[in-house]
């Protein structure tokens, strides 16, 4: 696991997971369940804090992604962002969710951000995506705040405890991006 850690002002901050943070992501899962039940194919199968400390565990085993940290506000943990790396393709793909209290005050564009500069700065990455479904709006307006292209649609690529649906792939590239 590539360990980051940023602090992204006006108390936020984004930094891995602990074992120890199981009980308390658990929590925000499960207060969250309605929200995230529509996107995030692992909610369904996520019943105790051991999923969670499984999900950390293997974030943790990962040599090469930044998976697996936390966005805390204030020092609340309040949901998960990470990135996936693949190394042969020199690419990446952003992940996350928050809970809905802290939704719409920018923390997920600000995080995205932060990924985007370290994947093209310190990682030396060429492309970055992120892929939401079709009818997740509030993720396709991250990607284009962001200023990620509109590529594809991928059908019924995603499955959630409610379905299929299909996805939408948004990248930037190294040359495109223009640090904030």
Known sequence: MIRIDFDLGAGVRIR????????????????NRDRLRPWMP?????????????????ARASS???E???????????GT??????????????????????EGHGIVTRGCRRFIEEAFGAFGL????????????????????????REAVLREAERSPDGYHDMVVFSI????????
């Open 42 to 58: 692992w909610e369904d199968s996520t019943r105790s804090p051991d999923d969670i400390r499984g999900f950390i565990e293997r």
């Open 68 to 78: 697996g940290n936390g966005i805390w506000v204030d020092g609340e943990l309040v």
């Open 16 to 31: 891995p997971l602990d074992l120890g943070d199981a009980e308390a992501l658990f929590a925000v899962v499960d207060a």
């Open 81 to 102: 962002m990470g990135m996936s790396i693949d190394t042969l393709a020199n690419s990446a793909e952003i992940g996350y969710w928050i809970d809905g209290e802290h």
């Open 173 to 180: 590239l190294e040359h495109e991006w223009a640090p904030a």
């Open 126 to 149: 060429h492309r970055v995506s992120l892929l939401t479904a079709t009818s997740n709006h509030r993720s396709q307006a991250v990607a284009e705040r962001l200023g990620m292209t």
């Open 64 to 66: 090469t992604d930044a």
